[in-house]
Nanobody, 125 residues
Framework: QVQLVESGGGLVQAGESLRLSCAAS????????MGWFRQAPGKEREFVAT????????YYADSVKGRFTISRDNAKNMLYLQMNSLKPEDSAVYSC??????????????????WGQGTQVVVSS
């Protein structure tokens, strides 16, 4: 089992930036693919970005492409999400997740076995 703890959320204005962090502990040897998902009130959970174990491969939702950057530091067991040019529609609870499956462009949330509790991001207009 992998434990995940997110941090870095907060209240910002549109156009500003935030950097989310996710600390992994436990059986981190099994953390192949890592990803960020988000869920806004009243909406279904939405894919944001994924990254391969080496960090060389990434995939983004069209809604965040060019504005968000996912990265990881395996030596520190950390996952990051740099969010620039934030928009009000980016407001949501952001959760990190890990999968023991190899990375591919289209990975369902069901392939991710461990999830963090989430961190709230609110973007005001």
């Amino acid at each position: 089992q992998v434990q995940l703890v997110e941090s870095g959320g907060g209240l910002v204005q549109a156009g500003e930036s935030l950097r989310l962090s996710c600390a992994a502990s436990g059986r981190t040897r099994s953390t192949y693919t890592m990803g960020w998902f988000r869920q806004a009130p009243g909406k279904e959970r939405e894919f944001v970005a994924t990254i391969s174990r080496s960090g060389a491969l990434t995939y983004y939702a069209d809604s965040v492409k060019g504005r968000f950057t996912i990265s990881r530091d395996n030596a520190k067991n950390m996952l990051y999400l740099q969010m620039n040019s934030l928009k009000p529609e980016d407001s949501a609870v952001y959760s990190c997740a890990v999968s023991s499956s190899n990375w591919s462009e289209t990975m369902s949330a069901t392939t991710f076995g461990s999830w963090g509790q989430g961190t709230q991001v609110v973007v005001s207009s």
